[in-house]
Each structure stands twice: as structure tokens, then as C-alpha cells.
């Protein structure tokens, strides 16, 4: 059935964002049950396509001096905070396919600012120069965002402010970065770039934040962290990070036109 390889709405139901969180409830109370078949939530706006939007964020609690980390998964968070069977997941994960492909339009990513609530750091750090990344990962490497789509489905942060020590950057928070987007603003050989098409995941695809020199890196380069003082008061530096895609639906079958059948003898 449709609704096993996502859990669809329709316009008139859109109240909130779309979550990409798509565990079902173990019933079974062992775990043998927690299959994840409801799929992440997605608005069929558009007959014969599903459109998803997943969100998630990746926790930085590392200093400079213990430890700063290179990349990093992305944690899906649970609606359902009160409810141990229902986790987050770790790993922001698109799921196309040969037959289905996935059709990213859009990825961001930001810096959490806390709203001054105590519990968020004020910002991250990295080396001087180096680029904060959210997009594809190739075996665990990040992707130069010169492919095909690449830009698409990839957001770099970027800052020229210098950190409280000598050979670092800092990124304030409520920075943002956004990929590039899948429309043609020009005809010719302007119009129809490798930076201005869709990213189509024919296999299952997985994000990740990196840390890299350039947009264009294809391997890890220092790290984030946060300051020690705010890991001292106990605050965390948060990304939160977006992606947005196009999934054509499956195939009708014998659920959307049994209920319009007669004779159904049942044993």
C-alpha cells in the first residue's frame, strides 16, 4: 500500500512543517516490530508527485582543545518527546530509487541563536577559511558542489569573522547558508548549468555536515567546536539543516480500487 512507503497529506491538511521522523510505534514492545515502513510525512500538492521537506540538527559540544569534529549526522528529531519507543533517528537519509528518483530543489543550513534561553552556545568556531557544509555524503566524504545538482542539495556557511584565538573563524548564530536553485533565470549557454539542475538520488542518500576548506572539497579539513566557556555554562552549539525534494508516487494498486469492487467474500 501507498501509505507503507510514506505517510502522505493533502493541501487542506497541511497545518505544520513536514517531518522527516517516519519510526512506527513498537508494539511489540522488542523491537521486532519498529520496521520503519510509515516513511517520512510528505504533501501530495501535485498529483503523481509526493513532496517532502525533512529538518533536523546536529549537536556541537566539542571545544578546540578536546577534541573538534570533521563531520557530523544529522539527528531527526521525534514529535513524540514523552514516548521511548519512538527515538530520534540519526541520519538524514533520502530515499530514491532507479525506478523513483528523489528530486532535491533545496538544502540550508544555519547556526542556532538560542533566542538567549542559557541553553545554546553563541556561536561555532572553525579554522580559518575552512567552509561549514550540509550536503551528500560519499562514503562517509563530502562532495564537491561543482557536480551535476551538487549545488542543489548542498548549503555552504561561510564567515570572515575571527575567532577568539589565532588561526580560527567564528559563526555567530542565526547564520545561514542556502544552496542554489533548480530554476532557469537564462536562455543559451547561460541557462542549463551543472549548479542549476536537480539533484536526482537514484539510491538512498545520506547528509551530513562537514567541515572542509572549500565548497569544492572533497575531504574533511579540521573541525567545529564551540568555545570553552559555553561548554563550561553547558551550552551546545546547534546546525539545524533542511532538504527539499520531489519523489514521483508509486503506482496505484488493488487498495484504491477495492472498495469499489463487489462480491467480496471473506473467509
Known sequence: MTYLSAKKIYPGNWAEP??????NIDTNDNGT????????????????YRYFQQRGYVPVTATSGAGTVASADVIVPSPYRQDDTRPDITGMVISGSSTLPAYVYRATISVASGWGDGRVASGVYAATGNVLSFGRSNAGSP????????????????????GSQAGEIYFAGGSAAYSANPFLIASGAAGVTAGNVY??????????????????????????????????????GYFVVEVCYIQPDVAPGYEDIDGYLLGRTVS
Not at 513536514?18 to 519510526?23: S, V
Not at 516490530?33 to 503523481?48: F, R
Not at 562532495?143 to 575571527?162: C, D, F, P, R
Open 18 to 23: 513536514l517531518n522527516g521522523w517516519y519510526k
Open 33 to 48: 516490530n519498529d520496521a520503519t515502513k510509515g516513511g517520512p510525512t510528505s504533501v501530495l500538492a501535485v498529483p503523481g
Open 143 to 162: 562532495t564537491a558542489a561543482s557536480g551535476i545538482g551538487e549545488a542543489v542539495i548542498q548549503a555552504n556557511l561561510t564567515s570572515t569573522v575571527s
Open 199 to 236: 539533484y536526482s538520488a537514484t539510491a538512498s542518500t545520506t547528509l551530513k555536515v562537514f567541515a572542509k576548506e572549500t565548497a569544492n572539497s572533497t575531504a574533511t579539513s579540521g573541525g567545529f567546536y564551540i568555545s570553552s566557556g559555553d561548554a563550561t555554562g553547558g551550552r551546545t
